[in-house]
């Protein structure tokens, strides 16, 4: 089965890397601050990099495929695994508890927790990208006066509605969606100045060292993206921004090494697995009595690395799991991005 290979690596090592500091963020309370720094606007970011304009027809056309029926899938599949086990250590669900959930799975977003707590990520991408798609085609370019002034718009709404409905709980996590907006636009932004990396690095560093000293004189910068807690107004995005620009350029750097970045790159591919099943591992094991971070932390890579490396060789799995299109042949189509 051909794959094509005439696309960026570091990319696929930046995803790699980023999935892993979710899972370890998700496991080790320790690290979980640092790491909800940046890792959630991360994959923002990097979409935005990646995003390539198309019509509103073909470009929800192929989000849909690519990331709405991965989310279905897994998120049936999942509830169905979660009740198997619950069933397995005596817990009888009662009927109402199941429409209960089932009711979860359907509003989406930040109503999902625990084994679903990473879903809204995924809702709240497939939204924002196809807001960002109709901005740019309707302004055609990302750095006109047009496409500015919305996005200037869609970051005063990102913290008006931090201010104002933190606590509400949004259907598929569309409070979220304008500061999502904002940051894949930056992520964009970056490929359309990519000559000028050193002084976009020399700013990460200027407004990272700035924060560190208003971290020292006591200003919180948690960040928690899912629940709308952008951190100190302007300066917790920023921050979240430049760590990803710093993050990027490391990425840049290991690609020119390929014994890590080979292997980095194919669990960036299975990002999206690692990201939808983890969680299930994670939480799985721990009702097991297995109190181990180290080990939850690889189980939880490991496994769905595997599974995505098996679903996409059988042509429905690769379709159903991993969003990629079947060609009339039935085989999938590895070009589609």
């Not at 109503?111 to 740019?136: P, T």
């Not at 000293?213 to 921050?239: C, E, H, N, Q, T």
């Not at 099943?277 to 690889?298: M, P």
Request: a positive charge.
């Amino acid at each position: 089965m051909h794959i094509t290979t005439d696309r960026l690596l570091w990319p696929d090592v930046a995803k790699g890397f980023g999935i892993i500091l979710v899972v370890i963020g998700h496991v080790s309370d320790s690290l979980r601050d640092w790491i909800f720094l940046f890792h959630m606007p991360l994959f923002f970011v990097l979409s935005g990099y990646l995003f390539k304009p198309s019509s509103t027809y073909e470009f929800r056309r192929k989000k849909t495929t690519s990331l709405v029926l991965p989310y279905v899938s897994f998120l049936v599949t999942l509830f169905c695994l979660t009740k198997l086990s619950q069933l397995s250590l005596g817990h009888v669900p009662s009927f109402y508890d199941l429409l209960i959930d089932v009711a979860k799975m359907i509003y989406g977003g930040a109503a999902l927790k625990g084994v679903f707590g990473v879903f809204w990520f995924v809702s709240c991408l497939f939204i924002a990208m196809l807001l960002y798609n109709r901005i740019v085609n309707r302004y055609k370019s990302p750095y006109s006066v047009q496409s500015i002034g919305t996005i200037f718009v869609c970051l005063l709404m990102g913290y008006a509605l931090s201010y104002t409905i933190a606590g509400i709980v949004s259907p598929f996590n569309i409070s979220a969606v304008p500061m999502a907006v904002v940051i894949i636009w930056f992520g964009h932004m970056m490929r359309e100045f990519d000559r000028k990396r050193s002084l976009l690095l020399f700013l990460s560093g200027a407004v990272i060292l700035l924060c560190i000293a208003l971290y020292r004189l006591g200003v919180d910068f948690s960040v928690d993206m899912k629940y709308l807690d952008f951190g100190p107004p302007l300066f917790g995005i920023a921050l979240a921004l430049a760590i990803s620009v710093i993050y990027i350029e490391i990425c840049r750097r290991f690609e020119k090494i390929p014994t890590i970045a080979a292997p980095v790159a194919s669990v960036g591919e299975a990002s999206l697995v690692i990201m939808f099943f983890h969680q299930f591992i994670h939480y799985t094991l721990r009702d097991y009595g297995w109190n181990s971070d180290f080990v939850i932390i690889l189980t939880g890579i490991l496994v769905p690395y595997l599974m995505f490396r098996s679903f996409r060789n059988v042509p429905i799995l690769a379709f159903v799991y991993l969003g990629r299109p079947m060609s009339m042949t039935g085989k999938p189509d590895f070009t589609f991005r």
